[in-house]
Nanobody, 114 residues
C-alpha cells in the first residue's frame, strides 16, 4: 500500500528558508519519480518539482515559478524526498503535496507572511 507522509510545513516570513520532507512506504522508492505539487487558495493544483527515477539518474526539473529558489532532493536509503525552499514569497503560500504516479500525500500547509 503506497503511503506518502509530509510532516513539515508551517508559517514563515518572506525570504525565509524551509525544507519539506516526504516519507514514502509501500513501494520500491528508488524506482519511481517523485514530485511535489502545490495548491494555493482558490487556484488549481500546480506542479512544483520532480526528482526522476533511478533509471533517469534521478534527474530534476522545476516549474519556472520556483526555479533558482527551490531544490528537490532525495535520500533513497531513508525513502524520503525533500523540497528545499529558499527566498520564500507570499505567493508561495499553498498546501504542498508529495506525489508518486497518481498517489498523493495528505498535504502540508506552508504560509509565507510577515
Amino acid at each position: 500500500q503506497v503511503q506518502l507522509v509530509e510532516p513539515g510545513g508551517g508559517l514563515v516570513q518572506p525570504g525565509d528558508f524551509l525544507t519539506l520532507p516526504c516519507v514514502a512506504s509501500g513501494f520500491t522508492f528508488s524506482d519511481y519519480s517523485m514530485n511535489w505539487y502545490r495548491q494555493a487558495p482558490g487556484k488549481e493544483l500546480e506542479f512544483v518539482a520532480v526528482s526522476g527515477s533511478r533509471e533517469s539518474g534521478h534527474s530534476t526539473f522545476y516549474a519556472e515559478s520556483v526555479k533558482g529558489r527551490f531544490t528537490i532532493s532525495r535520500d533513497n536509503a531513508k525513502r524520503t524526498v525533500y523540497l528545499h525552499m529558499s527566498g520564500l514569497k507570499p505567493e508561495d503560500t499553498a498546501i504542498y503535496y508529495c506525489n508518486r504516479n497518481g498517489f498523493y500525500g495528505q498535504g502540508t500547509q506552508v504560509t509565507v507572511s510577515s
